[in-house]
């Protein structure tokens, strides 16, 4: 079936321009999480949703990072007034969360390499 | 400790060898573990969940060493493809908890011909 999906793949905005990014998670798993990744660099936790939960924003970097899942299915990653340290790539991911162990495995979406100039 | 470490390499490896590499954790509540690989400039993809009774997939094996915290990662007969940076995941919460779950900076793998 469909894996993970983002969009768009390549993001270059202006500094202090809002930009938000999208996923699209396999059918049915009912988590999500978002990363990012800067280069050379291993991956960040951002933000984690689990159904009907309330989403654990832990690992946002300020308050200029969002996120939001409309509907336990698409989740859209927003971030305001970019500057260039936010420059890396964004990372999706989504599980089963249910059948035990294998429930647990991640699957991640291509990403989106955000630059900002 | 950190919660996951490991090994960053490079690990240069002639095509044909034998390559193991570990990850070691820090928290003994630790309850699903897995092995990811990332290719340059592309996701990381699951390679392998580790199971307790050590589990493999043709030219790899994984095994967990509850008692020492560590799980550990052997390719047989490395290819070329095999080049990449192989993740190790370590989930201590039963839910799946996004706080519980830690992935590792990477190991880099370099098989050479």
């Known amino acids: 079936g469909a894996g993970v999906s983002q969009s768009p793949s390549n993001k270059v905005t202006e500094k202090g321009k809002d930009v938000e990014l999208r996923c699209d998670p396999i059918s049915g798993h009912t988590a999500l999480y978002w990363y990012r990744q800067s280069l050379g660099q291993g991956l960040e936790f951002l933000i984690y949703f689990q159904g009907n939960s309330a989403p654990d924003k832990s690992g946002l970097p300020s308050d200029r990072f969002s996120a939001e899942r409309t509907g336990g299915s698409v989740s859209t990653l927003t971030i305001q007034r970019t500057q260039q340290e936010d420059s890396a790539v964004y990372l999706c991911?989504?599980?089963?969360?249910?059948?035990?162990?294998?429930?647990?495995?991640?699957?991640f979406g291509p990403g989106t390499r955000l630059t900002v100039t | 400790r950190k919660e996951v470490e490991q090994d960053p390499g490079p690990f240069n490896v002639p095509e044909g060898a034998t390559v193991a590499f570990n990850c070691t954790y820090s928290?003994?509540?630790?309850?699903?573990f897995f092995w990811y690989r990332q290719d340059c400039r592309k996701e990381p993809k699951l390679l392998m969940s580790?199971?307790?009774s050590g589990n493999e997939d043709g030219r790899f094996t994984a095994q967990l060493n509850r008692a020492s915290q560590y799980i550990s990662l052997l390719i047989r007969d490395s290819k070329l493809s095999d080049s990449a940076t192989y993740l190790c995941?370590?989930?201590?919460?039963?839910?799946?908890?996004?706080?519980?779950?830690?992935f590792g900076k990477g190991t880099h793998l370099i098989i050479q011909p």
């Open positions: 995941v370590v989930n201590r919460e039963p839910g799946g908890g996004a706080d519980g779950l830690t």
């Open positions: 580790v199971y307790s």
């Open positions: 928290n003994s509540a630790s309850q699903s």
């Open positions: 991911a989504s599980s089963l969360l249910e059948g035990g162990h294998r429930g647990h495995e991640q699957y």
